[in-house]
């Protein structure tokens, strides 16, 4: 079993890429001199050269839950434990793909025991959660004390603030959207895959960063994630100045 990645389909992928959207060149020889994707794949290339047809390609997409080390969810967790008005991007129904990592690992487990061979897009269906459903669970999670203000795509590219990892997770209708958030996961759920609700990631993410201080532990080799407090203040001034005309802005406050 090699736990791979949704980055080894060429980009863009469109809404609904499955299992049979084209790869990207790579050899089972390829080392950290690559890149990401590149990297992925040649992995899967070394599995199929070792194991053959018996090799399990788990690709993956976004991955949540106790003991991350990128700071995607824990950013958001931190961000709403601070307070005050919270830069939320839009539109909240907008739908997510993601993958508890205990889900992920269960799955593998299951997998690798019912003798699995070839690639599987491991990830829960899209629309399994939505960004206002992760974030207001995010907010009620960390004592309710942030308001969300809802920012349309527009305002949001127009302050400048770059999609994915300024506001993690998140990411505007188009190519990258479809990347991340649009992949199509039959096979997985027809094997087994079950995705728990995300409120329970969410709880349990933060009941980890708790018990450990507060702060994630940070790969030293991903950049961190995260906007500016400066920054996200602009661009809700700059949204307010607006609001009459566009009705960009939209307050929220968690029950």
Not at 2 to 31: I, L, M, Q, T
Not at 40 to 64: C, P, T, W
Not at 74 to 85: F, K, V
Not at 200 to 224: E, M, N
């Amino acid at each position: 079993m090699y736990v791979s990645s949704g980055s080894v389909y060429r980009y863009p992928s469109a809404a609904g890429h499955d299992e049979s959207w084209p790869v990207v060149d790579a050899s089972p020889d390829d080392g950290d001199d690559v890149d990401y994707a590149r990297a992925k794949r040649g992995g899967e290339l070394a599995a199929l050269d070792a194991f053959g047809e018996r090799a399990l390609l788990v690709r993956a997409g976004l991955i949540l839950g106790p003991y991350e080390n990128i700071g995607r969810l824990p950013w958001w967790l931190g961000r709403m434990a601070r307070g005050g008005t919270v830069l939320a991007p839009g539109p909240r129904e907008l739908a997510l793909q993601y993958v508890d990592v205990r889900d992920l690992a269960s799955w593998c487990l299951d997998a690798g025991a019912a003798g699995l061979g070839g690639p599987y897009n491991v990830i829960s269906p899209s629309g399994h959660a939505t960004m206002g459903e992760l974030l207001v669970a995010c907010a009620r999670v960390t004592g309710g004390g942030a308001t969300l203000r809802w920012l349309d795509a527009g305002a949001v590219l127009a302050a400048g603030i770059e999609p994915w990892t300024e506001l993690p997770v998140w990411a505007a209708a188009g190519e990258l959207y479809h990347a991340l958030h649009r992949t199509d996961v039959s096979l997985a759920v027809a094997a087994g895959l079950r995705c728990r609700p995300v409120e329970q990631t969410v709880a349990d993410t933060w009941r980890w960063l708790r018990d450990i201080g507060g702060v994630a532990p940070h790969r030293p080799d991903r950049s961190r994630v995260g906007l500016d407090p400066a920054k996200e203040a602009r661009a809700l001034r700059a949204a307010a100045v607006g609001e009459g005309g566009g009705g960009t802005v939209h307050g929220h406050r968690p029950g």
